[in-house]
Nanobody, 123 residues
Framework: QVQLVESGGGLVQAGESLRLSCAAS????????MGWFRQAAGKERELVGC????????YYKDSVKGRFTISRDNAKNTVFLQMNSLKPEDTAVYYC????????????????WGQGTQVTVSS
């Protein structure tokens, strides 16, 4: 069992940056592949990117490549999502999630989810 708490969301203007954090507690954090998801109003939840247990491998959806960076600090039980050059279409509730596998692309295979943090990007 692991508990996840996101923080760092807020309201920014287009072109600005935000850094989201996801703090984990409970079972050994380094056991889990981690993912960041987002859900915009009226849309399905989508995978933004994910990171392997060691942090050595990352994956990003095409629309955020080159702007977003996922990293993790296993010593501090935290995963980060650095978001640069934000666009209005990035507006959504952002969630972190933990999977039992090293790297996971399928939302349904994530076992644990945070409560989400709102990111709003104004034009």
């Amino acid at each position: 069992q692991v508990q996840l708490v996101e923080s760092g969301g807020g309201l920014v203007q287009a072109g600005e940056s935000l850094r989201l954090s996801c703090a984990a507690s409970g079972r050994t954090f380094s056991y889990y592949g981690m993912g960041w998801f987002r859900q915009a109003a009226g849309k399905e939840r989508e995978l933004v990117g994910c990171i392997s247990r060691s942090g050595g491998f990352t994956y990003y959806k095409d629309s955020v490549k080159g702007r977003f960076t996922i990293s993790r600090d296993n010593a501090k039980n935290t995963v980060f999502l650095q978001m640069n050059s934000l666009k209005p279409e990035d507006t959504a509730v952002y969630y972190c999630a933990a999977a039992d596998s090293n790297i996971e692309y399928v939302p349904g295979r994530y076992s644990y989810w945070g409560q989400g943090t709102q990111v709003t990007v104004s034009s």
